[in-house]
Structure formats: C-alpha cells, structure tokens
C-alpha cells in the first residue's frame, strides 16, 4: 500500500512517530538521554502509558532504539575514526550528520553514504586550533588532529566501499587495445580504492579492531613522508599492497584521465632522475595494475 493510499489519521501517525524517532537525544549531562518533552504532543496524547511508564516514557525507549542502533551503524563501519575521536565526540558529528541526512532507505550499511564528506567540512574548521602543538597524550578524542581524523574517514569508508563492492571482472588490454590505449580513459573497479597516509592510520585501524572497547586511542606520530596503499579484494578477503609514489600518482591520473594524458602529467611533475627511469617503471606499474584487477574497463570514445 502506497503512501497516498493510506487514511489521512494513519499518515499523521506514521509522520510523528518519525518525528519523535529522530528527536536528538540530550547530551547535556554527560550520557544520552531521550527528552520525551520535545515530542509531538499529538503523539504524546495518543499513546497510552503502561505500568509504571508514562506515554512519554514508552516513546523514549524507541527513540533512545532508534539513536543507538544507527550510532552502533556507523561505529563499525568507521571503526578506526570512532577509537580516534572518542566514542562521545564521534556520536555528536553522527547524530548532527543523520539529522541533515536521515536514512532513506531499507538498507542499514548505506546510512555512512557521504558522513567522511559531512566530517571534513566539519572537522577543517577545527585545524587552526592544533597549530599549538599538543602533547602525546592529547592526540586523542577530543583533541585529536582534525586532519588525521578526516583521513581515518576516507580511509574507514575505502574499506566500506570495496568490501561491499559487486563482483567485477578484471580488464585486460588485447592486442587491438594497445595502438588506441593512450586515448583511452580506464575505469577504477569498484573492488580497490587508492589510499594515502599521513599517519599510520591502517596499521592503527587493525589494531583498533584488534582490541575492544569504546576507549579514545592515541594518535601515532605523523610519518616523516606518506605512505600509499592500493586495497583490493579477493573474494572476501581484503589486502593492503604497498604502492610507490610515482605508481600511485600514475593510477590516480589514470582514473581522472586517458591514459596519453595521465602520462604526460607524471613526466612533467617528475624530476630529472625520475623521468629518465620512467618508461621503465610506467611499464611495470602499468602491468602490476592489470595483474591486480585495478582497471574494470576502459572508454575508447573520443
């Protein structure tokens, strides 16, 4: 039965209890705690109290439900981002990301659809505060590095993402391929994400599921030069391949342009060093790509 086919009394219902459900949970005690008195009174009037509980308070259990299970969502689905922030500052953004964006649809795992985007803009203002330097032990929760902490995000969606990815086939240039590749433009499967790090975030992000709890954990150093991965997926296992500098540089040029043109690019940032090693290493990260399954196709058209 359709929306528009329903009575108008049941429509009502269904349209405060939703209300009621996303009501934000107070925080100002220190725990989250449901706050029957911003209710809809309409709603407040039609329930019926039940034992010791009052309407108020029947309501309040599925609106603290409701909270918790989409908090409980997004803390496993950014694990490493929640330990680095602190379970109680991760749930404020959560709770301010779902109110501007409420689930839509049946399918629980999509509710983080765009929350790294929604951190970053929220987080980048917080950056001019940790010019100060702070301490070890205040590189974490509250006082953790916006910018580690947005990178945790990208990095905790990538595993997301390609974990959930359909299967795809590899794609494989043939022998027609080769004389038209450098017009082309190849398209990143679904199933590998590209990372970078500042920070030792993937070894800190299996470590961090590696050891329950909801306990802020401390923000390594900052590495000296960052670190870029290649993620892919084998059936249902995940690897975390090292990639170089240049490799990595190629295969993000590659996914935003043909390959002529991705080409051109590196050579022009390289130094006079690298670009006298460049046909060699293009040719073999170009291959190691194939072989890993990075490409999922490619678009001929001019």
């Known amino acids: 039965m359709s929306g528009a086919s329903l009575p108008a009394w049941l429509q009502e219902l269904q349209a405060s209890f939703g209300e ?15 706050d029957p008195s911003t209710y809809p009174v309409a709603l407040l009037r039609q329930a019926l109290p039940a034992l010791d509980l009052s309407a108020g308070e029947r309501l309040a259990i599925y609106n603290r439900q409701y909270w918790f299970r989409l908090f409980t969502v997004l803390q496993r689905a950014f694990p490493l981002t929640a330990r680095l922030a602190g379970f109680w500052r991760f749930n404020e953004y959560a709770a301010n990301f779902l109110l501007a964006h409420p ?26 505060r940790h010019e100060e330097k702070l301490t070890p032990h205040e590189q974490s ?3 953790a590095d916006p910018e580690a902490l947005i990178e945790a995000a ?11 990815a359909p299967p795809v086939a590899r794609y494989e240039p043939s022998a027609n391929d080769a004389g038209r590749l450098p017009h082309a433009r190849l398209q990143l499967s679904p199933a590998v994400a590209l990372l970078s790090e500042h920070w030792p ?13 909801d306990a802020a954990i401390r923000l390594e150093a900052r590495l000296s030069e960052a670190r870029h991965f290649l ?12 990639l170089e500098p240049g490799e990595r540089k190629l295969l993000g040029l590659l996914s935003r342009g043909t390959v002529g043109a ?40 001019q």
């Open 20 to 34: 009621m459900l996303r009501s934000p949970l107070d925080r100002s005690t220190g725990t989250l705690r449901a």
């Open 201 to 213: 975030l993937a070894e800190m992000r299996q470590s961090a599921l590696a050891t329950p709890g």
């Open 231 to 242: 993620l892919a997926r084998d059936g249902l296992q995940l690897a975390l391949l090292p």
């Open 154 to 164: 990208r990095i905790d969606r990538a595993y997301h993402d390609v974990f959930r």
């Open 103 to 128: 689930p839509r649809g049946w399918d629980l795992d999509c509710v983080g659809a765009g929350f790294p985007e929604f951190l970053c803009e929220a987080w980048s203002g917080e950056r001019a």
């Open 141 to 143: 929760g509250e006082h």
């Open 262 to 301: 991705a080409l051109a690019e590196l050579e022009l940032t390289c130094s006079e060093t690298e670009r006298g090693e460049l046909p060699i290493n293009t040719r073999k990260w170009l291959a190691s790509s194939v072989r890993l399954g990075v490409w999922a196709g490619a678009n001929f058209a």
